[in-house]
């Protein structure tokens, strides 16, 4: 994925929740900085448990993985373009059941402009 005046990249964070109430991550996509697009992940953990933040690849290896017990986690992450679309992030805690998974959706859009030629 390249980013061109002519093609601008776009892209949303699409999560699965199995349960909201305990604690709600949300990923945000903030912009693209040289060849990465920069990321927000920022999560509410009201009973400071642990929770742990991995990103995989879709066939399963771990790229990221680490461990958090804040009540309020917010973390950038910067992801190169290239790969973006083949990764997935996973929010859970220490039984599983409160697991979120995100996954990036892109597209390119192409804008074309015509100007009068005098």
């Known amino acids: 994925m390249i980013l061109v005046s002519l093609c601008p990249w776009l892209g949303y ?26 990321l927000l ?6 009973k400071a448990e642990k929770v742990y933040v991995s990103i995989q690849q879709r066939d399963g290896q771990v790229l990221y993985k680490e461990t958090f017990n804040d009540k309020i986690i917010t973390k950038r992450f910067f992801m190169p373009k290239d790969i973006a679309s083949e990764v997935i992030f996973v929010v859970s805690d220490a039984k599983d059941k409160n697991r ?5 959706n892109t597209r390119f859009v192409e804008e074309v402009y015509v100007t009068k030629a005098d």
């Open 41 to 46: 992940l920022e999560v509410k953990n009201e």
């Open 100 to 104: 979120q998974v995100f996954q990036l």
């Open 13 to 38: 964070a699409q999560s699965v929740n199995n349960d909201p109430v305990e604690r709600t991550a949300q990923l945000t996509y903030l912009g693209s900085k040289a060849d990465s697009s920069i």
